[in-house]
Nanobody
């Protein structure tokens, strides 16, 4: 069993930055993937970024590439999402998830956190 707790959300003006954290408890294998997804009001939950727990590879959605950076600190069992140059369209609830595959697909992830709200004003 894996438990995930997100933090770091908040309100920021367009162009600003936030760093989200996802603290994991339980056993996570090195080849597992940690992902960040987001869900805006009235929209489907969509992929943002993912990284292997080993840190060997990462992938980003086109909408965040070049602005967001995913990283992990194995010693702290924590994954981060550094979000720069934020836009109003980045407003959403952000969720972290863990699963055996490095994937853009929600169904590839087995465990999910509760989510943290990010609001970007223009």
């Amino acid at each position: 069993q894996v438990q995930l707790v997100e933090s770091g959300g908040g309100s920021v003006q367009a162009g600003g930055s936030l760093r989200l954290s996802c603290a994991a408890s339980g056993r996570i294998f090195n080849d597992y993937a940690m992902g960040w997804f987001r869900q805006a009001p009235g929209k489907e939950r969509e992929f943002a970024a993912a990284i292997r727990w080993s840190g060997s590879s990462a992938t980003y959605a086109d909408s965040v590439k070049g602005r967001f950076t995913i990283s992990r600190d194995n010693a702290k069992n924590t994954v981060y999402l550094q979000m720069n140059s934020l836009k109003p369209e980045d407003t959403a609830v952000y969720y972290c998830a863990v699963g055996p595959l490095l994937s853009w697909t929600k169904s590839a992830y087995s465990y999910w956190g509760q989510g943290t709200q990010v609001t970007v004003s223009s």
